[in-house]
């Protein structure tokens, strides 16, 4: 029955918060929690959820010593708390926040919670026009916004953890969200490559060119020539053919290495890339931490693989949902569709644009089925660090010149690659000139 198991998983009923607790109090350790050896009978803070100042001025010199050591008994500290009268209501990492404590300042050593704790108080005194001035104690409302802001943080910081933990390429994710409460999406399991459903078999291929130097000395030009079409890469690695022309990579068949030239796309994201919470309405989105070329790959659509009968199924179901993450791959024949809903990388996060900066490609490297793409996007220009990425739901192919073959042409009528199967009009907030005002 145990090998039927391999590889299964369901999500855990317990926020990381709670196992960590567990994980200290059974005294189990526990890395991607944070749990170690060096720091599991340690009191570290996790965030700081009020703050008050308090006046000890009434204890002067001339005030009984016993009324001074009793006071002192009560806060747990010594005769320097007459010098610092500013306390932090901590919420120990670890623990349940019924336990958490006030304390002094001066106990503190976490100068960059303290700053962000800061940050985020005049972000709301600003927000409620109220004075500037920290005050003496804050309002309940205040630090129920303030401990709001920092169990979404926390939240997230173990979302980009466990996003980088199951990654398989070189670019970090980083994941912000500076406009609202929604944490990690609670139905997402980020994947690497195409998952594929019962019923559908990728056939491998079998055989790999002969190339010591694919670019420069093509042998019956490489894995492109092949298949009759030409080599996609410039020396640079960025994509030299016009969209709609597939890409054929080596695969693990050819005798080139992975430093390979026309190995790209197999290499995964290159890229810092950050997940964040867009202001306008658009839910997630993606933005590069790092400046890209243009003509540069920049990441590929994953999800599951599944029959086009089937993800007109699932379309009914995301269409009263009001979203879905279905993308065909009609490269030759609208036979599969690709379903990002629970199941992708970063790429399910990228926002539609009108006037997109990234534009699909069709790849084949280890699987020779036409029908069965892997989807690449490149930039279509020079990309900022910063800049939101975003590719067109709606796109269309211009006609290619005649060199293309008829697989150029039934990618431009099998339909609309890359848009959801979802019936009526969708309004565009895409924030272009060129919008179209609709997505569909």
């Not at 009923?13 to 890395?31: A, H, P």
């Not at 001066?106 to 962000?116: A, D, E, G, V």
């Not at 398989?168 to 500076?178: A, L, M, T």
Request: proline share 4%; with cysteine; charged share 25%.
């Amino acid at each position: 029955m145990a090998e039927f198991l391999k590889g299964c998983a369901v999500p855990c009923k317990m926020s990381f918060e709670t196992l960590e607790s567990v994980c200290r109090q059974k005294g189990y350790m526990c890395e991607e929690l944070g749990v170690t050896r060096a720091n599991i009978n340690e009191y570290e803070v996790e965030f700081l959820c009020d703050y008050k100042k308090v006046n000890v001025s009434f204890m002067s010199n001339s005030c009984d010593l016993y009324v001074k050591t009793i006071y002192l008994q009560m806060c747990n500290s010594d005769l320097k708390l007459f010098q610092d009268d500013e306390f932090y209501l901590v919420k120990w990492r670890g623990f349940p926040e019924n336990v958490n404590t006030w304390e002094p300042k001066r106990n503190l050593k976490c100068s960059k919670l303290m700053k962000q704790f800061h940050q985020d108080l005049d972000h709301i005194l600003r927000l409620k026009k109220r004075r500037r001035s920290i005050p003496k104690k804050l309002s309940k409302d205040i630090s129920s916004i303030l401990v709001q802001k920092a169990r979404l943080r926390v939240s997230l910081q173990h979302w980009e953890a466990h996003l980088n933990h199951s990654r398989n390429h070189p670019g970090n994710i980083f994941v912000i969200n500076e406009v609202d409460y929604e944490g990690p999406p609670k139905d997402f399991t980020y994947i690497n490559n195409y998952k594929v459903s019962n019923g559908i078999v990728l056939n491998g291929i079998s055989v790999g060119c002969e190339c010591t130097n694919c670019l420069k000395e093509p042998v019956n030009g490489c894995c492109p020539g092949a298949s009759q079409h030409r080599m996609a890469y410039n020396d640079k690695g960025q994509v030299r053919l016009r969209p709609g022309q597939p890409i054929y990579e080596c695969n693990a068949e050819c005798r080139c290495d992975a430093s390979c030239p026309n190995r790209v796309v197999q290499k995964g994201i290159q890229f810092d890339l950050c997940i964040f919470k867009t202001d306008n309405g658009r839910g997630w989105g993606v933005r590069t931490l790092q400046h890209i070329r243009k003509n540069t790959f920049v990441m590929e659509y994953v999800g599951e693989i599944i029959t086009s009968d089937e993800a007109e199924r699932r379309g009914h179901v995301y269409d009263k949902q009001g979203s879905t993450y279905l993308f065909d791959l009609d490269y030759v024949e609208d036979v599969y569709t690709v379903d990002a809903a629970h199941q992708g990388n970063i790429s399910h996060f990228v926002n539609h644009s009108c006037n997109p900066n990234l534009q699909v490609f069709n790849v084949f490297i280890d699987n020779i089925d036409e029908r069965l793409p892997r989807i690449a996007l490149f930039s279509t220009r020079a990309i900022r660090a910063g800049e939101e990425l975003t590719f067109d739901y709606k796109m269309q192919i211009d006609p290619v010149d005649t060199e293309s073959t008829k697989m150029d042409s039934s990618f431009i009528l099998g339909g609309l690659p890359g848009s959801p199967k979802k019936k009526g009009r969708v309004e565009c907030r895409c924030g272009s000139q060129t919008c179209r005002k609709y997505l569909f």
